[in-house]
């Protein structure tokens, strides 16, 4: 099933960003941007910490090209809300080719599932650690004034998106397996002064690294 409240890609121009303030009541940890589009500021909430998990989150940080990211690469500031699909500029973490793990070996074709699979839990493309790990690795991307793209599901009330991590792979009993599905990961992409993106990205250390058509673990 989808995201309750729809998926899209927010285009603007990075104003802040701000970590929460560290509490002890076991809430999520994230770090707040401040995107500006002609709507107004967004917030764009990025979680970076996992409540209950002994490794917190897992990311990672590269670079695409524009000509990676389809129809995106063209639109307009603002929010644009983006079909569940390939051909739509939407993100999947696992079946995206700019975005999925690079596993560091050279095929002439993609090979089989189980291969791939086993070259992922080989290769380790994640990286694990604490919210201060994570946040300084988003911050690393981050530049004031520069143009955004920001992935995710929209507020409900308010300008903003949340839900910008990768949103399938949720395990069977978990609050979150109802919204699995594929092409809607969240994703922030900053651009560089090459015109090309810096790209972070996260998922929790219980989300599975393979899915099915339905976005539910393999």
């Given at each position: 099933m989808p995201l309750d409240h729809g998926y899209g890609v927010l285009v603007g121009t990075l104003l802040s960003h701000q970590r929460d303030t560290p509490d002890d009541q076991g809430r999520w940890y994230h770090v707040n941007l401040r995107v500006q589009a002609p709507a107004g500021t967004y917030r764009c909430a990025i979680d970076v910490d996992a409540a209950g998990s002994s490794v917190g989150v897992q990311w990672r940080t590269f670079g695409v090209n524009p000509t990676d990211l389809g129809p995106v690469a063209a639109l307009s500031p603002g929010f644009h809300p983006l079909a569940s699909v390939?051909?739509?500029?939407?993100?999947?973490?696992?079946?995206?080719?700019?975005?999925?793990?690079?596993?560091?070996?050279?095929?002439?074709?993609?090979?089989?599932?189980?291969?791939?699979?086993?070259?992922?839990?080989?290769?380790?493309p994640w990286t694990a650690g604490d919210h201060l790990a994570a946040s300084t690795a988003l911050e690393s991307v981050l530049v004031v004034g520069a143009r955004v793209l920001v992935y995710g599901e929209p507020f409900t009330s308010g300008?903003?998106?949340?839900?910008?991590?990768?949103?399938?792979?949720?395990?069977?009993?978990?609050?979150?397996?109802?919204?699995?599905?594929?092409?809607?990961?969240?994703?922030?992409?900053v651009q560089r002064d090459d015109g090309g993106y810096a790209v972070f990205v996260s998922k929790f250390s219980t989300q599975a690294s393979q899915t099915d058509d339905d976005g539910h673990p393999v």
């Open positions: 390939p051909t739509s500029g939407a993100v999947d973490l696992i079946r995206h080719p700019a975005f999925r793990p690079r596993t560091g070996c050279l095929f002439v074709t993609r090979p089989p599932g189980w291969l791939e699979a086993l070259i992922r839990l080989l290769s380790n300008l903003g998106v949340h839900n910008i991590h990768q949103n399938q792979g949720d395990p069977a009993g978990s609050p979150w397996w109802d919204e699995n599905g594929i092409w809607q990961d969240g994703a922030t992409l």
